[in-house]
């Protein structure tokens, strides 16, 4: 089949993990669901931050740490400002798991009550819903959850129903599906828990990486993404917040940093955001994501999600050729983004991990931390490609030649 004409974004080359071979192979990295590869521009600014501006923030008055200041809180700014979000409210945590901690221990235990209910989704990553399964149990709320159609979708209709009892404290949502790549309507879910007085979390972490996202218009109370999937490096996530509500929230952490002053028996607080980052910050991480995001600023992100989509589409089609091949997810690229779970007649996820990774091509064979989710599907696990913006059309290819000679052995 000829792919030329599926999209013309290739930067390959500035990826450097990418000119790796193995076995003598090309890599076929179909697995940035999980965590993406690094533009050359990221490790240089990692490389940059330690070689040459390396020190503590916020305490040093030598040029060396204003140095270090300026290169971590410009990246925040930078950051605010690709999501369309106040900087101040901007607040960096370890991964997007932690984000949405700091919102269920900070936010739920000192708001929720018996007779409140959270509302999940039944496709949440156990990031989204592990914490909310804890915060309910500690506040006596109910966690309920929102159904996955058969077209992997939710039921706006379903929610309505849900606020309606009056008893929905808050919304928590993941912006995108990371096994069935459902885009999901966050700004209407948003406008419609307002509506009903509900606020609303949206997980953005398969998100951020791939569509553009404008805070302002979602309108959503807290925004959680992660870096490592969005080109940056790992150990660094981001929170954006309201900030009345950041600032009625009591701190999660404590310790330096996030304090104002200190007595012997109590302290004050830090202003926003650095009331909720205590201790030294992940300096070089955040460094790092601010270049991710300006390698993702240039390419420009209505460009990145065009590819993907057009990437999306012309592996739905040469999947679904496949005979016994099944994918989950809604039908058509327009409404998922890049991210296709399927399973192989008589094939087990992991067999096909292993045989596809005999030809380099590496996908996720596992339930992507949604077992509620497999449950819902029927499944124990399923095989996941998902792409990058450094994925090209012959990486689909050699993921459907691999998983015809996976078949080949199996029938075998
Ligand atoms: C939708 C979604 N939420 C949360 C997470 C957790 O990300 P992290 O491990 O970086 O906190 C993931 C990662 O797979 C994800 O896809």
């Not at 929102?146 to 209709?157: H, R």
Request: hydrophobic share 45%.
């Amino acid at each position: 089949m000829a792919t030329a004409a599926v999209s013309a974004l290739d930067v390959r080359a500035d990826f450097p993990i990418l000119a790796r071979e193995i076995r003598g192979r090309r890599l076929v990295y179909l697995d940035s669901a999980s965590t993406s590869q690094k533009p050359a521009s990221v490790l240089a600014a990692l490389d940059d931050y330690y070689r040459n501006h390396n020190a503590n923030i916020h305490r040093g008055v030598y040029t060396l740490a204003q140095e270090a200041d300026a290169l971590f809180e410009g990246a925040r700014e930078r950051i605010a400002a690709f999501v369309r979000w106040p900087v101040a409210s901007t607040i960096f945590t370890r991964n997007v798991t932690e984000a949405i901690n700091l919102v269920a221990y900070s936010w739920a235990r000192a708001t929720l009550r018996p007779g409140d209910a959270v509302l999940i989704t039944e496709m949440e990553h156990h990031s989204n819903l592990v914490p909310w399964q804890q915060a309910t149990q500690a506040t006596g709320a109910q966690l309920r959850y929102l159904a996955v159609g058969d077209d992997g979708t939710l039921s706006l209709d379903e929610l309505d129903a849900q606020l309606a009892r009056g008893d929905v404290r808050l919304v928590a949502v993941a912006h995108v599906s990371n096994v069935l790549g459902t885009i999901n309507p966050v700004e209407e879910i948003v406008r419609r828990a307002h509506d009903a007085g509900a606020l609303v979390l949206v997980d953005g972490a398969q998100a951020v990486p791939q569509l553009p996202v404008d805070l302002g218009a979602i309108g959503a109370d807290f925004y959680a993404w992660t870096g490592h999937k969005a080109l940056g490096p790992t150990g660094v996530g981001v929170l954006h917040a309201r900030a009345e509500l950041l600032e009625q929230m009591p701190p999660f952490l404590a310790g330096g940093d996030m304090i104002l002053t200190v007595e012997a028996q109590r302290s004050t607080w830090n202003e926003l955001p650095w009331k909720f980052e205590a201790g030294t910050s992940m300096i070089a991480q955040a460094i790092g994501l601010g270049a991710a995001i300006d390698y993702l600023g240039a390419l420009g992100m209505a460009n990145v999600r065009a590819h993907e989509q057009a990437l999306t589409a012309h592996a739905l089609e040469r999947l679904r050729a496949i005979d016994g091949l099944t994918v989950f997810g809604p039908p058509g690229a327009q409404e998922r983004g890049g991210v296709i779970s399927f399973a192989l007649d008589g094939i087990h996820p992991h067999d096909i991990g292993e045989l596809l990774d005999r030809r380099n091509v590496c996908v996720r064979a596992s339930h992507h931390c949604a077992q509620p989710l497999m449950r819902r599907l029927g499944v124990q696990a399923t095989a996941r490609a998902s792409f990058g913006p450094y994925s090209v059309p012959a990486d689909i290819d050699a993921l459907v030649d691999a998983i015809g000679e996976a078949q080949e052995i199996f029938a075998g």
